[in-house]
């Protein structure tokens, strides 16, 4: 006996065993040993074992491989064709029933492609940067009042961090800029979205570049990348590098790299990114390693942390770093790290769209899902009934329950199959068409093929499974007997309580929607019929300079015909991320409030502009310093004070007292941000320095005319500036945007499934329609009445929608109100709403349902009765 | 074109089992198509083709004796059957009407 040693390897040679066709094992074993005792012998063990393996890896191939299926060969294969063909043939002769299912499904079917690439594509925000689970990004939590959040740090932060901490594998500071002025050559001016960022950034972040390196482009002062793109819209096909361009028309800065275009599925848009040294040029105070102060929105501080480091541990020895540079502000601002990933979701640091919503629209899609399935198991089990004969048939010369139940299933294969790939059709051709219509901030992503070719088999098998079991259990559980005697009824297979309760699940489903949409809509009304100032035909166009050319483009505008009133000022009321606040001093007390104040700088134009009503006191009266003070209604709140004449003539002192003056009145509350939040204290005083823009009420109904006399007044008063203009609305509508996608999301799937389930009803009425013609006609012939005839098959569903209202009315109550928790003003839930819901429900049924039911009831009773 | 259709692979094995004439089963061949054109087979490529021509009827095969080495296996030696030299001659046939087309040209500079 051999010892082991000198063996073929035993696994290779048992998977040989296994797959090799039985006929053919001998000889070709025969061979590979023989081969193995061969090499043993010239190249050693080693070898010889590993290319028995690859041996047997090369004879897994189909000529050798048995067959699947056994080698005793069932001709099973005519079987299949046979089911196929059964399958088809039913298709046919059912077509009412079988273009309703594929109606119903491909519906379904075509949202759950939408939802699941409009997941896909916002989980895959920003997952292409290396490591980015150890990528975070540093954000503030400041504990004033109650706390507020911002994505951002203070100026000297990244670098504390960088010197002092050792978690870090690399830190960057990013200051990005909404809005700068780029001057290409002479003439050529734009607004960009710039940044300005350390050579770091690209080390955290994926961003190649194509020419240069960051390390070089970026480490001089006055040097600055742009994206490929961007290249080519300031210097078409010519050699972007070493070319120059002007940021607000004093900063020269040389182009040093090209970016690869930013990838769309980034949250990061920033085209042109400046060196970091040329940040003091442009704002000293961003580089100023003492401003501890306060904290501007723009200045991002990103870092990849070394493997193993704990996020909670960096947090935790953060704490007490603010104090250290500003001890009189203990414990007011709590740095934190946000993952990278949560930069797209988190509602809270201004991300794209929450994670909520991305699983209400998956429930959607299930529900639409569920929706669909429902109405093929109802449809198909009513339509076992009319198969009866058939079935027994089949039984009768031998088809096994297994069999018959394998048909059904290949006839809901094939139904599910064409539903499918209409619905592939349907999603293909309408993604481009819903983008457009969403906007730009929440798209959908057209699917790629490899996505699909998981999540499209998993759909399939999920729908004929939940779809086709029952039935075809139902179907196949029939006695012969019965069904060939024709005794079958309705009752005689039971599933009729089934079919109520599907029934009633689809119609919790359409309530559940109805109710989420009226609620949105509601509450979209509610937060946007009143902002507390007027939004429409006001534009804003940004000053050039702050100085007496700004009164004098005031006064040249005031005079156009298309121009009703012209205010200069900070910014407009709704002022979204402009906001400015501010500690104060309130009449003679030593001591700051405890809450900020936002701070408004405005001429005596502003309540006249925008509409803001003034409830006691007077107007500012025109200064170019700071004077006077108007207050808001919270104001006077926040102070626990009685009345708002009690603020009249009190002092006011903002801005650590630099700026003081006397309270003159108190305006209406305006809602200054979103309505996420709540309602801020409020001053507006003039001060000249501090305009930033012209808000300009148009009249008439031609404002492309306006709007060019407005431009060429503006550029002739500021010929080196780029003039823009924005209308309120836009603007304020900005800051409800992904609420606006939402709802607009949400109304088109309640609709749809709205009209799943009016197909399965209006199916299933034909059905039963069908069934009772002769019903019907005695009835008639009784004396009964049209529309006793109508409420014989109204009442049935009636019921059904009342029970569905009773389970979806406590559900969407409390779906909803979790919902609103996101508001601060919002609406209550009032009972009508759920009544409405019903109604909605209860009067597209009946449609549905009397279109078929009328016909029956109208008929000629003789055409129904004399078959027999 | 015959209706036969011979691969280029499939033609070398057939020719292999011709020349060794009664010895011809899976690892000689292997070793004389191996010896003769330095060419590596590996046994998967080989037997796939073997049993393939065996079912377009260009071979037929039978069992022989059990020895003590190869583990005991028998061989199984394949033989070429009538048909499958018919399809051999044909597709020489039809090399060589090839060859005499090609004027003498080509050849000559």
């Known amino acids: 006996m051999k010892d082991r040693k000198s063996l ?40 010889a074992r590993w290319e028995f393996f690859m041996d047997v890896m090369l004879l897994f191939r189909p000529g050798i491989v048995k067959s699947l299926f056994g080698n005793q060969k069932l001709n099973s294969y005519v079987m299949y064709r046979y089911h196929i063909k059964f399958a088809w043939r039913s298709l046919i002769r059912n077509r009412q029933f079988s273009i309703i299912n594929i109606l119903g499904l491909t519906l379904g079917l075509s949202c759950c492609i939408l939802i699941y690439s409009f997941v896909k594509y916002h989980s895959s925000f920003d997952d292409f940067h290396a490591d980015t689970d150890r990528i975070y990004r540093f954000v503030t939590e400041e504990h004033l009042q109650n706390i507020s959040y911002t994505p951002a740090v203070h100026n000297p932060f990244g670098k504390v961090f960088r ?122 105070w961003y580089t100023d390693d003492n401003s501890w102060g306060g ?88 339509l076992v009934l009319r198969r009866s004969r058939e079935i027994g048939i089949s039984k009768v010369i031998g088809g096994t329950r297994s069999s018959l139940f394998l048909r059904f299933m290949v006839e809901t294969s094939l139904i599910t199959f064409l539903s499918i790939s209409l619905a592939l059709l349907v999603s293909r051709i309408s993604i481009p068409r819903i983008n457009r219509w969403l906007g730009d901030t929440l798209r959908f992503d057209d699917p790629l093929p490899t996505d699909l070719l998981f999540f499209l088999p998993i759909l399939f098998f999920l729908v004929v499974f939940v779809s086709g079991s029952y039935p075809g259990v139902v179907l196949a559980r029939l006695s012969p007997i019965t069904t060939l005697k024709g005794k079958l009824a309705q009752h005689n297979f039971g599933g009729f309580n089934i079919r ?6 689809q119609f919790v489903i359409s309530q559940l929607l109805i109710v989420g949409l009226i609620v949105i809509v509601h509450q979209m009304k509610f937060t946007q019929s009143d902002l507390g100032f007027a ?13 007496e050319k700004m009164k004098t483009l005031k006064n040249e505008l005031l005079r156009l015909s298309g121009v009703d009133n012209v205010s200069t000022c900070l910014a407009p009321p709704a002022a979204g991320d402009n906001s400015w606040s501010l500690t104060f001093y309130y009449d003679n007390r030593n001591e700051p409030e405890g809450y900020d104040i936002q701070f408004k700088s405005a001429d005596e134009d502003y309540l006249a502009t925008f509409d803001i009503d003034l409830v006691a006191g007077r107007n500012l009266l025109p200064c170019d310093t700071v004077r006077e003070f108007l207050v808001n209604e919270t104001f006077v709140k926040k102070l626990n004070l009685a009345s708002p004449g009690e603020v009249i003539g009190k002092k006011l002192a903002v801005n650590g007292r630099r700026w003081k003056g006397t309270v003159v009145g108190v305006i209406k509350d305006f809602y200054d941000q979103s309505f996420h939040a709540e309602k801020n204290p409020v001053c507006i005083t003039t001060h000249l320095k501090y305009y930033r823009r012209y808000a300009i009420r148009l009249n008439g109904s031609d404002y492309g005319q306006t709007l060019t006399s407005i431009g060429s007044y503006w550029s002739e008063r500021y010929p080196d500036q780029l003039f823009s203009y924005e209308f309120l609305d836009d603007r304020v509508a900005k800051l409800y945007e992904t609420e606006h996608v939402i709802l607009n999301l949400v109304q088109a799937f309640t609709a749809l499934a709205i009209l799943i389930g009016c197909i399965g009803l209006f199916g299933l009425v034909s059905f039963m329609v069908s069934r009772k013609k002769k019903e019907v006609a005695i009835r008639k012939i009784l004396g009964a009445a049209v529309s006793s005839i109508l409420a014989i098959f109204s009442m049935e ?35 009508w709403i759920f009544a409405l819901s019903f109604g909605i429900c209860a009067i597209i049924s009946m449609l549905t349902i009397g279109f078929q039911s009328a016909k029956a009831a109208w008929a000629n009773p003789v055409d129904f009765l004399q078959d027999e | 074109m015959s209706k ?106």
């Not at chain 1, 990933?341 to 509602?347: G, P, T």
């Not at chain 1, 109520?500 to 699940?505: A, N, Q």
């Not at chain 1, 009315?809 to 003003?825: C, D, Q």
């Not at chain 2, 690892?27 to 054109?37: K, T």
Request: hydrophobic share 40%.
């Open chain 1, 295 to 382: 904290i501007s929105s723009n200045m991002k501080c990103f870092v990849r942390l070394k493997a193993g480091v704990n996020a909670a541990m960096v947090e935790a020895s953060l704490s007490g770093l603010h104090e250290r540079f500003r001890p009189d502000r203990q414990g007011m601002y709590v740095y934190k790290l946000q993952p990278l990933k949560d930069v797209h979701f988190s509602s809270l640091y201004g991300g794209v769209v929450s994670k909520r919503n991305l699983v209400v629209l998956v429930i959607i899609g299930l529900f639409l899902l569920v929706a669909a399935c429902f109405n093929f198991i109802n449809l198909a089990t009513a």
């Open chain 1, 797 to 831: 569903f009636l019921k059904l929608i009342l029970v569905s209202t009773a389970i979806a009315a406590p559900l969407g109550w409390w779906v909803m109100s979790g919902w609103l928790e996101n508001f601060t003003y919002k609406i209550n839930l009032g009972l």
């Open chain 1, 535 to 547: 939004k429409d035909a006001i534009v804003i166009v940004p000053t050039g300079s702050e100085d």
């Open chain 1, 163 to 284: 010197e002092e901490f050792t978690y870090a594998e690399k830190v960057a500071r990013v200051c990005t800029e909404g809005r700068g002025l780029i001057t290409v050559g002479e003439q050529d001016k734009y607004r960009e979205a710039i940044a300005f960022a350390e050579t770091e950034y690209f080390g955290i972040m994926n961003f190649p570049l194509v020419r240069g390196t960051a390390e070089k482009a970026l480490s001089q002062p006055n040097s600055v990348v742009l994206t490929e793109s961007l290249a080519q819209k300031y210097f078409g096909a010519h050699d972007p590098v070493s070319r120059t361009l002007e940021l607000d028309n004093k900063i020269p800065l040389t182009v040093t790299g090209v970016l690869k275009d930013i990838p769309k599925n980034s949250d990061f848009r920033t085209q042109l990114y400046i060196s970091y040294s040329t940040l003091s040029q442009y704002n000293p």
């Open chain 2, 4 to 109: 036969h259709h011979l691969g280029e692979f499939e033609e070398i094995v057939l020719l292999t089992v011709a020349i060794l004439h009664d010895e011809a089963y899976g690892i000689a061949i292997i070793d004389e198509m191996e010896n003769r054109l330095e060419r590596k087979v590996s046994i998967g490529a080989l037997q796939t083709v073997l049993r393939r021509l065996e079912k377009k009827g260009y071979l037929t095969s039978k069992f022989g004796e059990a020895t003590q080495v190869r583990g005991g296996k028998r061989k199984r030696y394949f033989f070429i059957t009538a048909f499958g030299k018919k399809v051999l001659a044909e597709v020489k046939e039809q090399r060589l009407a090839l060859w005499n087309a090609i004027p003498r040209i080509v050849f000559n500079n």
């Open chain 1, 8 to 47: 073929p390897p035993r696994f290779p040679l048992r998977f040989f065993r296994w797959y090799c066709h039985p006929e053919y094992r001998e000889d070709i074993e025969g061979d590979l040993m023989e081969r193995f005792e061969c090499r043993l012998e010239e190249k050693g063990i080693r070898s």
């Open chain 1, 500 to 505: 109520r309760t599907l029934i009633v699940g």
